[in-house]
């Protein structure tokens, strides 16, 4: 992703009422490996319950699924969870991964051909704010399911988030959809799992202060921001933001900024649902015949859809 690209959204987030920075530009390499190390937190419930899901119904989702399936997986990161997808296919016939950072991708995609000598796998740059669509030749190799774990879904707001499915519906031979959904629950829980007591979040959060003045020769003072999550309930999503420990002002590429002490920058949302309330959204987008497995604790899901005839 180009600089100015990530300049423009900048200047316009942080000239906007509530200033703003787009999550996508959390994901350079050093934000995607603090991504990483937040998985694997103690606090950070999402990952490993989505993975114990997927162990435990991997069967049951693979004979939906079907055999020779090609699977698409939008945002794929490290790629970590669809080995658990792929084992228990019968005879997948390709793996597409797709995200913003291509090199971490592609370091992942390696490792995965390794242990999948016989699969095609062929990794692809994906920016959500702009079309994409499977290559013909990957798509003609059998019908696509579109995996998208993590409960990634989360962070549009939902008609962006329908808007993103009714994407995925439109994608070249789609005919599935395995998604993972966090679950509404106990706000206390939701905000530690967002603000870790390693303050792992935090670094992750403050990177796009880094990367500002890395690579637009921004002059954030690091020490004069901290890291905030909370719960909105109204609208029932978690939020990320930064906020100003003082009164002060930032220059980006000859433009000033001011901050109040306490105002924030909004960087993330993270919107949660029961099973009734997403598959209502996927509806709308065009994708029916849910199937649903969580936990014991009922925190998280993986729900399986058809697309609509």
Do not use: C
Not at 39 to 62: K, N, S, V
Not at 88 to 97: D, T
């Amino acid at each position: 992703m180009s600089n100015s690209a990530f300049l423009q959204s900048l200047i316009t987030g942080l000239k906007a009422p509530q200033k703003r920075l787009e999550p996508k530009f959390f994901y350079d390499d050093a934000g995607s490996a603090l991504f990483d190390e937040i998985t694997e937190l103690e606090a950070y419930y999402p990952t490993r319950t989505e993975i114990g899901i997927l162990q435990a119904a991997a069967p049951e989702i693979a004979a939906a699924i079907g055999a020779g399936a090609v699977v698409l997986e939008p945002g794929a990161g490290s790629a970590a969870k669809v080995s658990l997808l792929l084992d228990a296919l019968e005879a997948p016939a390709a793996f597409a991964p797709g995200d913003i950072s291509i090199d971490h991708l592609t370091e992942a995609a390696v490792a995965l051909q390794g242990r999948y000598l016989n699969l095609p796998i062929r990794p692809f740059a994906l920016d959500f704010d702009h079309p994409f669509d499977l290559p013909a030749e990957i798509a003609a190799l059998g019908p696509v399911t579109v995996f998208f774990p993590g409960s990634t879904i989360g962070n549009f707001e939902p008609a962006r988030a329908i808007g993103l499915l009714q994407r995925f519906a439109g994608i070249a031979n789609a005919q599935h959809l395995l998604i993972g959904v966090d679950m509404k629950k106990d706000h206390d829980r939701l905000v530690r799992a967002y603000d870790d007591l390693e303050g792992v979040t935090a670094r992750f959060n403050l990177n796009l202060l880094v990367r500002a003045n890395r690579e637009l020769g921004a002059d954030f003072d690091l020490s004069a921001f901290e890291h905030l999550a909370l719960y909105n309930a109204h609208d029932g999503r978690i939020e990320m933001h930064l906020k100003s420990l003082k009164d002060q002002t930032v220059s980006i590429a000859g433009e000033r900024f001011t901050f109040a002490e306490g105002e924030t920058i909004h960087t993330e949302n993270s919107y949660k649902y029961a099973v009734s309330e997403f598959q209502a959204l996927a509806a709308e987008a065009g994708w029916n015949g849910h199937q649903v497995w969580t936990d014991a604790e009922d925190l998280f899901s993986v729900q399986l859809f058809h697309k609509a005839k």
